[in-house]
């Protein structure tokens, strides 16, 4: 009985002994921590000066943040915990003169080639017709006695 337990406990040791590292292993699930606003390098390409705040809303979401004494600043947090990663904060702010949005600052720069991005989503592919014959469905209905309309 010894044996078997001690040949039991080797075998785990070098099963475990052939991971990289001891936080590769692990049978706990550690999930991906987020928190705050995700502000994308695409969403950012987006921001123009002379927006409106309800446009600046719509695109980046409600601020994290708006300071009562900065009330022309909106400033968004990001942050993520990934397992074994160290903790990444992301910072972005928006500046305003009055209702309009004047600039942006922060850790999120625009996408280049914003354009080119918006043509490759609005790929059109035409489908020909089928002309072959006719489905299950449309066969019962035929000898069902009922028309069938093709558009």
Known sequence: MQKILISLLV???????GCSSWQDF???HIPDIQQGNIVTPEVVAELKPG???????FLLGTPLL??????NRWDYL????????PL????????FD??????????????????????????VVSVPDYTGELGIVDKALQKAGLEIEDD
């Open 88 to 95: 990444e904060i992301k910072h972005f702010s928006v500046f």
């Open 66 to 71: 708006v300071d009562v004494f900065h009330q």
């Open 11 to 17: 075998s785990t040791l070098l099963v475990l002994g």
């Open 51 to 57: 927006m409106s705040r309800k446009q600046v809303r």
């Open 98 to 123: 009055g209702n309009s949005m004047v600039r942006y600052s922060g850790d999120i720069k625009p996408a280049e080639n914003i354009a080119e991005q918006k043509e490759k989503k609005e790929l």
């Open 26 to 28: 692990s049978l706990v």
């Open 78 to 85: 990001f942050s993520i915990k990934r397992r074994n990663d």
